[in-house]
Each structure stands twice: as C-alpha cells, then as structure tokens.
C-alpha cells in the first residue's frame, strides 16, 4: 500500500510543546517524528503534546516509535501526550494493548 510522507510542525511555549502531525506513520517516515520530538527533549519542556489529528495511517513501527519517544520523554522528566487520536487509531492501539503505555486526551 502506498502512502504519503509524514509533515512534521512544531510549536514550543515554556510550558509545552506541540507537535502537529499530518500524514502517515509508518516505517518511511517514524525517523522525521523521532527526530522532531527527540530534538525537544535535549531542553524538555514539561509537557509535548503530538498532536494526531492529521495522521491518516500508522503502522506497527509507528505504534513502536510512539512508544519509544513516551519512554524517552520519561526519562528526562518529560510527558507524551497523545491528543486527537483518531477513531482508527484508538482501535489498532486497543488490538495491540498499547493503550496503557501511552498518555491519550
């Protein structure tokens, strides 16, 4: 199946930072969302938001690197938090039982 890259924008205030996503996750594009978030967490502000609400598709190496960068921004005392997760997504992160390893609002 073929699908479109990963656009990555981000906005930072001192309390947080949001990451916008609009696109697919998948195994061609998980490297510009680890960099992104990765980028953040050398000055982690207390909170970064990534914000789903244009992703159009994730796959497992997707799901894998979301929960990579939550750990990651654990350990430097940071929190992932997931927002406008799509139906679709919810339901993939419910098959797998990943919802419980990742902040979702």
Do not use: Y
């Amino acid at each position: 199946m073929d699908h479109e890259g990963l656009e990555v924008t981000v906005r930072r205030t001192p309390t947080e930072a949001v990451v916008c996503l609009h696109g697919a996750i998948d195994m061609s594009t998980v490297v510009n969302l680890s960099e992104a978030v990765e980028r953040l967490l050398v000055d982690p502000p207390p909170r970064v938001l990534l914000d789903l609400v244009g992703v159009t598709f994730c796959d497992s190496q997707g799901l894998g690197t979301l929960v990579a960068l939550s750990q990651k921004a654990r350990m430097v005392q940071s929190v992932l938090v997931l927002t406008n997760v799509g139906d679709f997504l919810q339901r993939v992160l419910d098959v797998t039982g990943l919802r419980p390893a990742l902040l979702i609002v």
